[in-house]
């Protein structure tokens, strides 16, 4: 919906809306979001690569490709799975030196946002 | 001559709203054939007729020839229109579609094997002295002769499926380390998204314009070209930005390369309407490919030339489309095209989907939409992300970008992220402005992930008032609002 908010005397227009859990605004050329149950500016989980001792599905879909198996050993940027969603292929890779700790998905494994697919225990906990 | 009454569409999203309003103009009736993901979408709500046809994986829905044409049966349509993508270059379709009794809106299935299968269309190209990229279109599709192949010409090589299209199915080898990976890959791609593993091999040209020209064959056969198209600006060899027309070309290349675009199209005995991409660079241009279909930045042609594509081609269909030989086209003012892609471009555009909230295309003069959902409408993950289209045209180049700007800075679109931070950076950006962009322009200026700006302190007093007045606190300087940004806002 259309709001205004006045600040110094001056209404400023947006446009808002919450939308599950999260603030939409659209305010002078720019939309942007908050997580209002925390205030803080929403950020989706995962991430291209995702945290550093685990591979995140940066997005919903299909696992395609499997690249490692558990025990092998891995070094930052090679590539340890691929996925698909809207038919294109992602190859996700691992950001830190280790060994596959877990591997959590299948080929045709339908996957959600954020989920921690391959576990890696990083090479300095040896 | 035939006389269509009802026509079915094998298609979805914005192309599949597309051809329902030329229908509707025309007084035809439509049939949409839809998966059943699609029952939340504009062009569901838009036919005179929908039939779900499968489930949601393209497969067994969009791809699936058998099914399509058993709706076009029982839905009582004349014709197909394929749109594009899923089954829009596929001659076996065609062919299908022929055989059913009914019209398939495109060329014939010769002209579609001719053309389209990028391996077949070179050996033309080549026949009728179309200069080439260097490269391999052999039938043997073995990875280590591939790769052997890849080594004799040269990195860097960009390896593509035959069928396929869109950026999809398409990888560039930079060296011999990783080109297994990726050739295999490329294999894989294109059977999941055009149901054929055939690639071929190209040198990559490092500082090369994307320019393609839209051509259309009459009902005799008569091949016209509609003038250029520039899409250098790609990422992952998918399109972004296009314009009409290229700011690249002289009046001699110009020239040029419109008639080596009519040559190769009237050899392929082409009917309806087609591209011919090429590839320019130092001032030489290489024939790309010919996809044999409506293209998705059509649009562009249609603002600077006054015309309407998807008419003429359903004109064409029932022989009853003629070129006058008396108009001359010249065209006029300048338009731009971006895509609007459901992507997140803070996070290197991975897929935004969920449900759509508020959606907002803010109209005026020389501004035009192409868009597929509305408020309420479900993106889902399992088609292309492009969700809608935006165009615009004003008088020259320059104004037309100032427009886009504009245009896209109005646009609203809650629930879902999209690249449109991505384009105004891109639109704004000097090398496009001057229109010296080549097809690395994206990975040599844009990387892939946006720096997300931080908030300003004005945005987030906005913020943190909109959601007291959403949240029903009238204007919110008398709640008790839990939220964080309260206190910081009453203090203003």
Same mark, same amino acid.
């Given at each position: 919906?259309?709001?205004?908010?006045?600040?110094?005397?001056?209404?400023?227009?947006?446009?808002?809306?919450?939308?599950?859990?999260?603030?939409?605004?659209?305010?002078?050329?720019?939309?942007?979001?908050?997580?209002?149950?925390?205030?803080?500016?929403?950020?989706?989980?995962?991430?291209?690569?995702?945290?550093?001792?685990?591979?995140?599905?940066?997005?919903?879909?299909?696992?395609?490709?499997?690249?490692?198996?558990?025990?092998?050993?891995?070094?930052?940027?090679?590539?340890?799975?691929?996925?698909?969603?809207?038919?294109?292929?992602?190859?996700?890779?691992?950001?830190?030196?280790?060994?596959?700790?877990?591997?959590?998905?299948?080929?045709?494994?339908?996957?959600?946002?954020?989920?921690?697919?391959?576990?890696?225990?990083?090479?300095?906990?040896? | 001559?035939?006389?269509?009454?009802?026509?079915?569409?094998?298609?979805?999203?914005?192309?599949?709203?597309?051809?329902?309003?030329?229908?509707?103009?025309?007084?035809?009736?439509?049939?949409?054939?839809?998966?059943?993901?699609?029952?939340?979408?504009?062009?569901?709500?838009?036919?005179?007729?929908?039939?779900?046809?499968?489930?949601?994986?393209?497969?067994?829905?969009?791809?699936?020839?058998?099914?399509?044409?058993?709706?076009?049966?029982?839905?009582?349509?004349?014709?197909?229109?394929?749109?594009?993508?899923?089954?829009?270059?596929?001659?076996?379709?065609?062919?299908?579609?022929?055989?059913?009794?009914?019209?398939?809106?495109?060329?014939?299935?010769?002209?579609?094997?001719?053309?389209?299968?990028?391996?077949?269309?070179?050996?033309?190209? %080549?026949? =009728? @002295?179309?200069?080439?990229?260097?490269?391999?279109? *052999? /039938?043997?599709?073995?990875? #280590?002769?591939?790769?052997?192949?890849?080594?004799?010409?040269?990195?860097?090589?960009?390896?593509?499926?035959?069928?396929?299209?869109?950026?999809?199915?398409?990888?560039?080898?930079?060296?011999?380390?990783?080109?297994?990976?990726?050739?295999?890959?490329?294999?894989?791609?294109?059977?999941?998204?055009?149901?054929?593993?055939?690639?071929?091999?190209?040198?990559?040209?490092?500082?090369?314009?994307?320019?393609?020209?839209?051509?259309?064959?009459?009902?005799?056969?008569?091949?016209?070209?509609?003038?250029?198209?520039?899409?250098?600006?790609?990422?992952?060899?998918?399109?972004?930005?296009?314009?009409?027309?290229?700011?690249?070309?002289?009046?001699?290349?110009?020239?040029?390369?419109?008639?080596?675009?009519?040559?190769?199209?009237?050899?392929?005995?082409? %009917?309806? =309407? @087609?591209?011919?991409?090429?590839?320019?660079?130092? *001032? /030489?241009?290489?024939?790309? #490919?010919?996809?044999?279909?409506?293209?998705?930045?059509?649009?562009?042609?249609?603002?600077?030339?006054?015309?309407?594509?998807?008419?003429?081609?359903?004109?064409?269909?029932?022989?009853?489309?003629?070129?006058?030989?008396?108009?001359?086209?010249?065209?006029?003012?300048?338009?731009?095209?971006?895509?609007?892609?459901?992507?997140?471009?803070?996070?290197?555009?991975?897929?935004?989907?969920?449900?759509?909230?508020?959606?907002?295309?803010?109209?005026?003069?020389?501004?035009?939409?192409?868009?597929?959902?509305?408020?309420?409408?479900?993106?889902?993950?399992?088609?292309?992300?492009?969700?809608?289209?935006?165009?615009?045209?004003?008088?020259?180049?320059?104004?037309?970008?100032?427009?886009?700007?504009?245009?896209?800075?109005?646009?609203?679109?809650?629930?879902?992220?999209?690249?449109?931070?991505?384009?105004?950076?891109?639109?704004?950006?000097?090398?496009?402005?001057?229109?010296?962009?080549?097809?690395?322009?994206?990975?040599?200026?844009?990387?892939?992930?946006?720096?997300?700006?931080?908030?300003?302190?004005?945005?987030?007093?906005?913020?943190?008032?909109?959601?007291?007045?959403?949240?029903?606190?009238?204007?919110?300087?008398?709640?008790?609002?839990?939220?964080?940004?309260?206190?910081?806002?009453?203090?203003?």
């Amino acid at each position: 919906m259309e709001v205004k908010v006045r600040i110094d005397g001056v209404d400023h227009k947006a446009q808002a809306q919450l939308i599950q859990g999260t603030l939409w605004v659209h305010y002078n050329g720019r939309v942007f979001t908050q997580d209002v149950s925390t205030g803080r500016k929403s950020r989706k989980k995962g991430g291209a690569g995702g945290s550093s001792d685990q591979v995140m599905a940066p997005m919903p879909g299909k696992i395609t490709k499997l690249l490692v198996t558990v025990g092998a050993a891995i070094e930052p940027g090679q590539a340890v799975l691929v996925m698909e969603a809207m038919k294109m292929e992602y190859t996700l890779k691992a950001e830190i030196a280790g060994t596959v700790d877990s591997i959590n998905c299948a080929v045709g494994d339908q996957v959600a946002l954020g989920k921690a697919l391959v576990k890696i225990k990083p090479a300095s906990d040896k | 001559m035939k006389k269509f009454t009802r026509i079915a569409i094998a298609n979805r999203g914005e192309v599949a709203v597309r051809i329902i309003k030329a229908c509707e103009e025309m007084g035809i009736e439509t049939v949409l054939l839809h998966s059943e993901a699609d029952i939340n979408s504009r062009a569901f709500r838009m036919a005179t007729k929908t039939i779900c046809i499968g489930p949601a994986p393209t497969a067994e829905s969009y791809l699936n020839i058998q099914a399509n044409i058993n709706g076009a049966l029982a839905g009582g349509a004349q014709a197909i229109h394929p749109g594009f993508g899923f089954l829009s270059e596929n001659a076996d379709f065609a062919e299908a579609v022929g055989k059913a009794g009914l019209t398939f809106i495109g060329p014939s299935p010769e002209a579609i094997r001719a053309l389209g299968d990028k391996v077949h269309c070179k050996e033309l190209a %080549k026949q =009728a @002295g179309l200069p080439l990229v260097p490269g391999y279109q *052999g /039938e043997n599709q073995d990875v #280590e002769h591939l790769i052997q192949q890849a080594e004799q010409i040269g990195y860097p090589v960009i390896v593509k499926a035959a069928a396929g299209g869109g950026g999809r199915g398409m990888k560039l080898l930079k060296s011999s380390t990783d080109a297994r990976e990726l050739i295999e890959s490329a294999q894989r791609e294109g059977q999941s998204a055009f149901g054929s593993p055939k690639v071929f091999l190209e040198k990559y040209l490092d500082r090369a314009k994307h320019i393609e020209f839209q051509v259309f064959g009459d009902s005799t056969g008569n091949v016209q070209h509609f003038f250029d198209r520039e899409c250098s600006v790609q990422r992952r060899h998918q399109k972004i930005i296009e314009e009409a027309t290229s700011p690249s070309l002289t009046d001699e290349l110009r020239r040029r390369m419109g008639e080596a675009a009519c040559a190769i199209a009237t050899l392929g005995k082409y %009917k309806g =309407a @087609g591209t011919v991409e090429f590839l320019l660079q130092d *001032g /030489e241009f290489y024939l790309l #490919e010919v996809n044999t279909r409506l293209q998705v930045e059509h649009p562009v042609t249609e603002e600077v030339l006054g015309v309407d594509l998807v008419k003429m081609q359903i004109l064409t269909a029932q022989g009853d489309y003629v070129h006058d030989a008396k108009q001359i086209r010249v065209p006029r003012g300048h338009s731009i095209e971006c895509r609007i892609y459901a992507e997140n471009p803070f996070l290197g555009g991975v897929p935004s989907t969920g449900l759509l909230g508020h959606v907002e295309w803010p109209e005026g003069p020389g501004r035009r939409y192409e868009y597929g959902f509305d408020a309420n409408d479900t993106i889902t993950p399992f088609y292309d992300p492009m969700i809608a289209k935006v165009i615009v045209w004003d008088e020259s180049r320059p104004r037309a970008i100032q427009k886009m700007i504009r245009v896209l800075k109005d646009s609203v679109v809650f629930g879902v992220h999209t690249n449109i931070p991505y384009l105004i950076e891109i639109l704004s950006h000097k090398e496009f402005v001057m229109g010296t962009m080549t097809t690395r322009f994206i990975e040599t200026y844009f990387g892939e992930s946006l720096k997300e700006p931080t908030l300003t302190d004005i945005e987030k007093t906005v913020a943190a008032g909109a959601l007291l007045q959403l949240r029903g606190g009238a204007n919110g300087a008398s709640t008790t609002s839990s939220s964080p940004w309260a206190s910081y806002w009453r203090g203003i």
